[in-house]
């Protein structure tokens, strides 16, 4: 089975300020990696995934997450936040053998100021 | 091209009441899913499709049934409303062949029981 810990459940940050949220997994298997955002009252929408290859990801919105093997670990991070940023982020796992059955993370909520 | 629906927005059950959760794409995906989302828990998985006609368990199926007799509708049905599944249901449908990877999530479904 896999887990997922989100560590932070709040991060507020200022307009234009860099962030990061992190992500850590748990699995005996070999995984792949998801991001998600949800903004209030809607569904989510996927930020970027790791399947394979390259261990630097770049998604949607200006959103970038790398993967560590061997920290197991799969942060996001961008480099300059907008208002428009507020949300939810959700991390997500899945055994690469299992399809696509999500394990999810608690959420982290952005808050950018401005 | 709808993506995922998801029927109703709201409802609100006693104690007790079945109800149908409704879900459809219109992509072609084999691969569906139901979520709910409660508090401070992220998405847990409740049940899951592979394809028509398969279905299984996900991490918290019990009070929930589920079927797939079409490629297109995965219908959510709770047996007898219990305080317990008062959440935000999300369906899902993903496509995977190879690296290229597709997933979508419907706006939700937001189920009250009194």
């Known amino acids: 089975a896999q887990s997922v810990t989100q560590l932070d459940s709040q991060v507020p940050v200022f307009e234009e300020a860099p962030v990061e949220l992190r992500c850590n997994y748990s699995s005996s298997v070999s995984v792949y990696l998801f991001w998600y955002v949800q903004y209030p009252n809607q569904g989510l929408q996927l930020l970027l995934k790791?399947?394979?290859?390259?261990?630097l990801v770049k998604g949607i919105n200006g959103f970038e997450a790398e993967f560590n093997k061997s920290q197991t670990s799969f942060h996001l991070r961008k480099p300059s936040v907008h208002i428009s940023d507020t949300a939810e982020y959700f991390c997500a796992v899945s055994a690469r053998s299992s399809g696509d059955k999500l394990t999810f993370g608690t959420g982290t909520r952005l808050a950018v100021r401005p | 091209n709808a993506g995922v629906t998801q029927t109703p927005k709201f409802q609100v059950l006693k104690t007790g009441q079945s109800m149908t959760l409704q879900c459809a794409q219109d992509?072609?995906?084999?691969?569906m899913s139901w979520y709910r989302q409660d508090p401070g828990m992220g998405l847990r998985l409740i049940h899951y499709?592979?394809?028509?006609?398969?279905?299984d368990q996900g991490e918290v199926p019990n009070g929930y049934n589920v079927s797939r007799s079409t490629t297109e509708d995965f219908p959510l049905r709770l047996l007898s409303a219990a305080p317990s599944q008062t959440s935000v249901y999300f369906c899902?449908?993903?496509?995977?062949?190879?690296?290229?990877?597709?997933?979508?999530f419907g706006p939700g479904t937001r189920l009250t029981v009194t």
């Open positions: 790791y399947l394979s290859g390259s261990t």
């Open positions: 899902a449908s993903s496509y995977r062949q190879g690296y290229r990877y597709e997933q979508y």
């Open positions: 499709s592979v394809g028509a006609g398969i279905t």
């Open positions: 992509m072609n995906h084999e691969y």
